[in-house]
């Protein structure tokens, strides 16, 4: 039962039979200068997320290009880093590099005129290039 007296300040002061010299005030002052601080923080972090133009902390010059659904927890996906494009593997517990490209560099010509996605149809050039010379 004290301790619930704890969590509202007035209550605890008013049951405080040795009469601190606690004022209510002070309860009030330190509870919005917490409120400020957190203020602070959470501006800060919009503020930085709006300054950055909204891309996540930590994702430096790394950006998903496109990617593809094998079955339901297997993908292959393109990534630009720096002057590369990496395709890689991703399965339940491990990711692979497939294949490293310069950015940019041709896609199938009939690209323009498939229905089909643009990495799909580049992934399946790859696959029909890797099989002839095989």
Known sequence: M???LLL???AAHAADPAG???SLGT???????LAL???LLFGTAWLMRKLSGGQGFGQGGMKIIGGVAL???ERIVL???????????????????????PKGSALPE?????TEKPFALWLKAIAERGGKHA
């Open 37 to 39: 601080i957190v203020g």
């Open 110 to 114: 009939n690209l323009a005129t498939s």
């Open 71 to 73: 079955g339901p927890r």
């Open 2 to 4: 004290r301790f619930l």
């Open 27 to 33: 309860y009030v002052q330190a509870g919005l200068a």
């Open 79 to 101: 990534i630009e880093v720096g002057d590369d494009w990496l395709v890689i593997g991703i399965v339940p517990g491990q990711i692979r590099t497939l294949h490293r490209l």
């Open 8 to 10: 509202l300040p007035a």
């Open 20 to 22: 601190s010299n606690i």
